[in-house]
């Protein structure tokens, strides 16, 4: 079974940056797609960054520039640098994996517990 671990999520004051991580095990296979959603309090999870199973990367608009998603084959780990960060990016962030990209939630089998980021002054 395929599982998802999150870290690095953490409080920051606006126009800082934090880096979170996505440890996959599991998974034998090269075409995995794996990214990032997150969820606001109130709010329907949104897609954030991902990689498809071929590795093309897809961002929402609203951190394009500032978030990239980058991959450690070696220790089988996806990260998400995020710079920039605004009030707007408090969320809980998920890392999900599966056979393809979707940006639809329910499209992907497989989530992590969750990593709280919360960006306050």
């Known amino acids: 079974q395929v599982q998802l671990v999150e870290s690095g999520g953490d409080l920051v004051q606006p126009g800082g940056s934090l880096r979170l991580s996505c440890l996959v095990s599991?998974?034998?296979?090269?075409?995995?797609?794996i990214g990032w959603f997150r969820q606001a309090p109130g709010k329907k999870r949104e897609g954030v960054a991902f990689?498809?199973?071929?590795?093309?990367?897809f961002y929402i608009d609203y951190v394009k520039g500032r978030f990239t998603i980058s991959r450690d084959q070696a220790k089988n780990t996806v990260y998400l640098q995020m710079n920039s960060l605004r009030t707007e990016d408090t969320a809980v962030y998920y890392c999900?994996?599966?056979?393809?990209?979707?940006?639809?939630?329910?499209?992907?089998?497989?989530w992590g517990q969750g990593t709280q980021v919360t960006v306050s002054s």
């Open positions: 999900v994996a599966g056979p393809y990209y979707s940006s639809i939630p329910g499209d992907w089998p497989y």
């Open positions: 599991g998974f034998t296979s090269d075409n995995l797609a």
């Open positions: 990689f498809s199973s071929v590795g093309k990367p």
